[in-house]
């Protein structure tokens, strides 16, 4: 008998081990599992909340629209839009475009230099969706830039020359010098250090970032003093603009014309900052001339764009790779009359230059929310071969100068994606997603809002889009030279919220018909912070998200028993910018917006709540709001301290981006802490949820009782 039981115990054992190498295994396969993204065959496919023709339409997408895999399971596959949404489609009508294969994440092969020196980290670095991540302190240090970490709130805040970045672990946006900025890939901690994206937070701090991905080099450039001698830049072109910043990205503020002369200050890639008037700004060195002190004369040299050319040897090819204003240009030249073969076939485009050769072989790689810009450069078989490769229906054009000596490939600015999702009875969510950043101006006649964006195409947006919905009709996309304008055609008047978001690169416009607008002063809208791609805040068995939503919808459905209309940023696992949020409370002119999340921090014996306001005296149209800002962050406070008995951290002022957007009075509070184990164990409870919802709801109840 002892025996047997001592065999039972030895193969209970073995199959335990079993199984740990089979999860194992498993964990290991799941984590290098790469992400496997989808193409809109049909031309127009309805996404829904559910597997099943049965659930809640969600919105759409359109042919060529890209799609990224979240769950693949029977006829319908769960997927990611590019603006964010969480959706069931039908897998029948998209078609894979990246198939499955290595990991996304890796930490080989990279190498940093800045100013053309090698940066050591004690984390090696991190590449991430193609996005490369390293250490924020080091790299900081690095910039010269001072780094300030806060455990509580998991931020990390950098100071250089009087600009701030502050960065928010798991967030896939961060703030310069208080206004928000989207982030392909949020910051983590690894082996106790923070990494942050390098491009974003490099490009913050006025830095420029390129890649070399033959060699595995990123190379960081910041502003240098002028070469010794340069003392004047002369313009010889008729009239040249004047930037705030070294990319023509950057607003114009002022022009130079034929003859001026301007002191060169620093220099930052092919940009010089420049003294003019008594003003510092900066200008293209490829629009100015630069004149050399030597032996106390003025020695005139060539501009640069002849500078290029002098300088290029008879079989050598030189690149350059640039944004503009209006797109993205690729310029090749040669310093003599090349034999040139161009072939072009579907998506690929390739330069072939018999004899000739490169310095060095070159990559550059720009990914967008349709797919990947990949040019490459090379030395092959006596020959310099360019090769570029663009996502599917990118528009192109390709130009020569100087007899072929000079060769131009240019990708312009274009709209690659259009989404769409409705709120409400007849709200509607139009998000349009370009390649660079963008402007725009719009103007409303009648039920017609017309939107103008400059030196933009069409690019892969159909020329029209008809809705089936109860305001809006007909979406025109209208081609007028460079520009485009995109018409909003509504079957009634309708009031519109627009506004840029992810760096400029994606217009969203929001609108509703003004006959389903609540009464203002009977209306809150609640937003469950994060949703979709961004979990928030985690604990060992909840999401931030999940928390979030489910204690909203309990404060709804208590407030509209009492009488209260409510309106919600979501009602499911969707995701909206931070700009959208209380644009959506703007557009429905509600009389208060609050903000419903809960905390994290490194240290787990964190614990409490604490509500936040915003009003600053420098901004006066918020600060007339003060006190009623302030009397619901203190309702909100007060109740909660109440009814759920946690530690009373306090009402604060603090510049959250959904509070400094909301033109009502507002509010964000933080229930309590997921990474303490014990207001975890809480927040799994429906009766702490219950109170806290309560308690919420009594806080905006008392409020606008007492507002009325």
């Not at 240290?603 to 709540?609: F, Q, R, V």
Request: glycine fraction near 8%.
């Amino acid at each position: 008998m002892k025996k047997r039981y001592i065999y039972q115990v030895i193969i209970l054992a073995l199959l335990l081990f079993i199984t740990d190498l089979l999860l194992g295994y498993h964990s290991v396969w799941s984590s290098t599992n790469a992400i496997r993204t989808f193409k809109v065959k049909a031309p127009t496919l309805n996404l829904r909340s559910g597997p099943g023709t049965n659930f809640n339409k969600v919105g759409e997408v359109y042919q060529g629209d890209h799609l990224i895999l979240v769950e693949a399971a029977g006829p319908w596959y769960k997927i990611r839009s590019n603006g964010g949404i969480e959706a069931y489609v039908l897998a029948s009508l998209i078609e894979e475009e990246v198939a499955a294969g290595e990991s996304t994440v890796n930490t080989t092969g990279v190498q940093v230099l800045l100013n053309q020196k090698a940066l050591s980290f004690d984390v090696p670095p991190v590449i991430d969706n193609g996005r490369t991540l390293v250490s924020m302190r080091a790299i900081c240090a690095s910039l010269g830039a001072a780094v300030v970490w806060d455990e509580r709130s998991q931020t990390v805040r950098a100071t250089l020359e009087g600009k701030v970045v502050e960065l928010e672990i798991g967030s896939f946006h961060f703030t310069v010098d208080g206004q928000d900025r989207a982030l392909d890939v949020p910051a983590r901690i690894e082996n106790g250090r923070t990494l942050v994206p390098l491009r974003f937070v490099s490009e913050a701090f006025g830095g420029q970032v390129a890649w070399d991905g033959s060699k595995g080099i990123i190379n960081i450039s910041t502003a240098q003093p002028v070469i010794s001698g340069l003392n004047v830049l002369l313009v010889e072109e008729d009239s040249i603009n004047l930037r705030s910043g070294p990319a023509t990205t950057y607003d114009i503020v002022g022009t130079a014309l034929r003859g001026e002369k301007m002191e060169p200050l620093v220099q930052l890639g092919d940009w010089y900052k420049v003294k003019y008037w008594g003003k510092e700004v900066w200008v293209a060195g490829w629009l100015v001339t630069p004149l050399w002190q030597k032996a106390n004369t003025n020695q005139a040299i060539p501009a640069v764009s002849q500078l290029t050319t002098q300088g290029t040897q008879e079989k050598e090819v030189s690149l350059d790779y640039r944004y503009d204003s209006d797109g993205i240009r690729l310029t090749m030249l040669c310093g003599s009359q090349p034999d040139l073969k161009i072939s072009e076939k579907d998506n690929l485009t390739i330069y072939r230059y018999p004899g000739f050769f490169v310095k060095e072989n070159k990559t550059w790689e720009e990914t967008t929310s349709a797919g990947r810009i990949t040019i490459k450069a090379s030395n092959q078989d006596n020959a310099v071969v360019v090769e570029i490769s663009l996502p599917s229906g990118f528009e192109k054009k390709r130009n020569e100068e100087a007899g072929g000596k000079k060769q131009v490939f240019f990708i312009p600015n274009s709209v690659l994606g259009v989404e769409r999702a409705s709120f409400g009875v007849s709200g509607e969510r139009l998000l349009i997603n370009t390649l660079l950043p963008i402007t725009y101006t719009n103007n409303l006649s009648g039920n017609i809002m017309s939107v103008k964006l400059p030196n933009v195409s069409k690019g892969l947006a159909q020329s029209k889009y008809k809705y089936d919905s109860p305001s809006l009709a007909v979406l025109d996309f209208e081609q007028s030279g460079s520009d485009m304008t995109i018409k909003v055609n509504t079957h009634e008047e309708a009031k519109f919220s627009i506004g840029l978001s992810n760096g400029g690169k994606s217009l969203h416009i929001l609108l509703i018909s003004k006959s389903d607008l609540p009464v203002p002063q009977n209306l809150v809208v609640l937003d469950p912070g994060h949703g979709g791609t961004e979990y928030g805040s985690s604990g060992q068995y909840l999401a931030e998200k999940d928390v979030n939503l489910s204690i909203s919808l309990k404060v709804g459905a208590i407030l509209e028993r009492k009488g209260i209309q409510v309106s919600y940023t979501r009602t499911d696992d969707s995701y909206h910018t931070l700009e959208e949020r209380p644009a959506l409370a703007n557009l429905l002119n509600a009389a208060l917006f609050v903000s419903i999340h809960n905390n994290s921090f490194g240290d787990c014996a964190a614990n409490g709540s604490e509500t936040f306001f915003y009003a600053p005296l420098e901004n006066p149209q918020l600060y007339l709001l003060k006190k009623e800002r302030e009397q619901i962050a203190t309702l909100i406070q007060q109740k909660l301290i109440a009814a759920l008995g946690l530690r009373d951290r306090g009402v604060k002022d603090k510049n959250y981006s959904v509070l400094r957007n909301s033109q009502a009075p507002c509010a964000l509070t933080e229930i309590a802490f997921l990474s303490n184990p014990n207001e975890e164990g809480l927040l799994q409870q429906e009766d702490f949820q219950n109170k806290a919802a309560v308690a919420i709801a009594e806080a905006i109840s008392q409020y606008m009782q007492d507002a009325k």
